[in-house]
């Protein structure tokens, strides 16, 4: 075990901070690639096509005018990235960038990415067989002349192989009429309501075949064509939602005609005279047909993690100018700085295990693609924690960030949008930590160093302590859990938390440059040192935190605290964010100015006009 000292070479916190580095400095590229990774070509170009979309929050339109700007922003950002959504459905790396980027600048298009080139474009390509009516209804995807859906959630839940939606085989007519039986199995919150767009969705429905129930699975279908919705489908919008703004419906199938070739079974779930032909118990063909859509979940963890870097590039730059009662500086407040450290070491956390696993995602070759058990862990840490990050910034922004017009609300709604993505995300968790096929307490990023600090190490302990309890069926090793699922949940909780500390002491010990390993020595601890403070009683009921060790926890967390405190602005320039791009009162370098250019330009209906005359002559 070591323990990580600070350099010598660095100010002690209570110097004048001045920024150590200019922004093309070592250390900032050893930063970003930390946090992005050695794709600096499809980062940057992917950067300026998001930002150049033009998108941003908006103030003055109606929830579905809002909801209705994605499909020219899919369409424009397929043109702008070569023409070809497969193209990009096909990269793994410029599909996960492109969904961070668009996290970042483009807050109406993030919402569409995943439902278009994973769960509708993916499902194509990974189960499709090829026909005529397959590849006519891609084409329509691959220019976005048509926006991709997954119509999978029913009112009554998700319920995986239970759904209820029927797909019945009509031999006669060689196709599938799909129906739904009764009120649970009505599909809830597609966005399909938008009645201009054209929309296509992939369909789970229960496929019965001479009355025998053949399991649940996917079905291809146009959903709403130039000439209205597909005959036999109604859909009635849904009210609105506080955040992201999406065309939401609900949906009901009545005697909804698909040709056979609708059928997304792959290679292992065909039709042949009258009969499906599959080797594939039937209670796992959902699992088997579901399980080619995860990428989706991993793309959607990397946004959230995006959306956290902007929203604390622009709390930072505020924080930084801003002097309330014209004294001491926001970020140089005890309050304010211990909570953007806070949130800062976790960013650096999960945007760098986020960047390991796309990296093990573009490795692995397409006919052993990464293990679901990855996107289950990383999608709820992920997601998770952005989401506190974001709330963080929105607190500390005040009344600031509680305006639109500086970004944050919409980046914590997209986080929003994420986590209820595909119903609880806390599932993902019960599930992977339920998981009798995989030993999670096994897994680790590539190239996990030998030897781990003290603090990293009694993360370790504690998941395999309970991953012990488990299969002892002793829940209390979980500490409060209340069952064996809540257990599963504190399991795979800690296996995500342990992969991100170890991911970024990876990261710390690899930086080339040696200002920059110190910093991210020092976002390890704080991160790790966090995750043990706010689990005090189970360590200390597992006699791992005597006095003195929890002494020592509390002296490296504010020695670590401190160090970071003092280079906020640098580690934030490690995450590459254009600010100017987002013209914002918080991300201007002079807010005041900011907001005396915007009351000299302000447009305002008739009956105020005086009043904005009076700002303009002040």
């Known amino acids: ?24 400095s070592r250390t900032v ?31 003055g339109l109606t929830y579905s005018a ?11 950002v397929i043109e702008a990235l070569g023409g070809s959504a497969t193209a990009i459905a096909a990269d793994p790396r410029l599909r996960g960038v492109l969904c961070e980027w668009a996290a970042i600048y483009a807050p109406h298009l993030m919402p569409v990415l995943t439902g278009h080139l994973d769960l509708s474009i993916g499902a194509i390509t990974a189960l499709g067989n090829g026909s005529g009516y397959q590849r006519e209804l891609l084409a329509e995807l691959d220019s976005g002349a048509a926006v991709g859906q997954l119509l999978l959630t029913e009112l009554g839940g998700t319920n995986g192989a239970d759904q209820q939606t029927t797909a019945t085989w009509d031999g006669n007519r060689g196709g599938f009429w799909l129906d739904s039986p009764g009120t649970t199995s009505w599909k809830f919150m597609p966005n399909i309501a938008d009645t201009t767009a ?4 992939v369909v789970t429905a229960r496929l019965i075949i001479d009355g025998r129930d053949e399991g649940v699975l996917p079905f ?6 130039a000439h209205g919705f597909t005959p036999g489908l109604h859909v009635l919008p849904l009210p609105d939602k506080g955040w992201a703004p999406m065309d939401h419906a609900m949906v009901r199938f009545d005697a909804v005609f698909v ?40 793309d959607l963890a990397g946004a959230a993690a995006a959306g ?7 709390t930072v730059n505020y924080a930084r100018q801003r002097r309330p009662g014209g004294r001491t500086l926001m970020a140089d407040r005890g309050t304010v700085r211990r909570d953007l450290v806070s949130a800062l070491a976790a960013t650096y956390a999960i945007s760098v295990l986020g960047r390991r696993v796309q990296d093990m995602r573009v490795a692995a070759p ?4 990464l293990p679901a058990v990855w996107s289950m862990l990383v999608k709820p840490l992920l997601a998770y924690t952005a989401h506190e990050v974001l709330l963080t910034c929105r607190q500390r922004g005040a009344a600031q960030a509680s305006l639109r017009a500086n970004w944050i609300q919409d980046w914590i709604g997209n986080t929003e949008g994420i986590i209820t993505a595909e119903g609880e995300s806390q599932l993902l968790w019960k599930q992977a930590g339920q998981l009798a096929s995989c030993d999670i307490t096994a897994l680790s990023v590539p190239a996990t160093p030998p030897t781990l600090p003290w603090y990293v190490r009694m993360l370790v302990d504690r998941e395999q302590r309970i991953a012990s309890g488990l299969r002892r069926d002793d829940i209390t090793a979980a500490g409060t859990a209340l069952d064996r699922d809540t257990a599963a949940i504190e399991l795979a909780a800690a296996t995500s938390e342990r992969l991100a500390a170890t991911a970024l002491w990876q990261a710390a010990t690899t930086a080339h440059d040696a200002t920059a390993r110190s910093l991210l020595e020092s976002v390890t601890a704080v991160y790790t040192l966090e995750r043990i403070h706010s689990r005090g009683t189970w360590f200390a009921a597992h006699r791992q935190l005597p006095p003195r060790r929890a002494q020592r926890v509390h002296h490296e967390l504010h020695r670590h605290r401190e160090h970071v405190g003092t280079h906020l602005g640098v580690l934030v320039d490690g995450f590459d964010i254009a600010l100017d791009v987002f013209d914002a009162p918080m991300a201007a370098p002079d807010y005041l100015r900011w907001w005396q250019q915007w009351a000299s330009s302000a447009s305002a209906p008739s009956d105020t006009c005086s009043v904005v005359s009076d700002w303009t002559r002040s």
């Open 29 to 59: 590229e050893s930063l970003r690639t930390a946090i992005l990774g050695t794709a600096t070509t499809v980062h940057h170009r992917v950067r300026t096509v998001t930002a150049g979309l033009g998108d941003r929050p908006r103030t």
């Open 259 to 298: 040709p056979v070739d609708a059928l997304l079974g792959g290679r292992w779930a065909v039709i042949g005279a009258n009969e499906l032909v599959s080797a594939v118990p039937v209670r796992q063909r959902f699992h088997r047909a579901i399980a080619a859509l995860g990428e989706g979940r991993l």
């Open 1 to 24: 075990m070591t323990t990580v000292d600070l350099p010598a070479i660095l100010p002690r916190p209570d110097k004048v901070r001045p920024p150590i580095s200019s922004p093309g």
């Open 198 to 201: 054209r929309k296509t969705g």
């Open 308 to 314: 956290a870097r902007a929203g604390l590039a622009l």
């Open 366 to 369: 397409a006919a052993q693609p």
């Open 220 to 225: 291809l279908m146009r959903v709403r064509t």
């Open 66 to 76: 809002e909801a209705a700007l994605a499909p020219e922003l899919l369409r424009a």
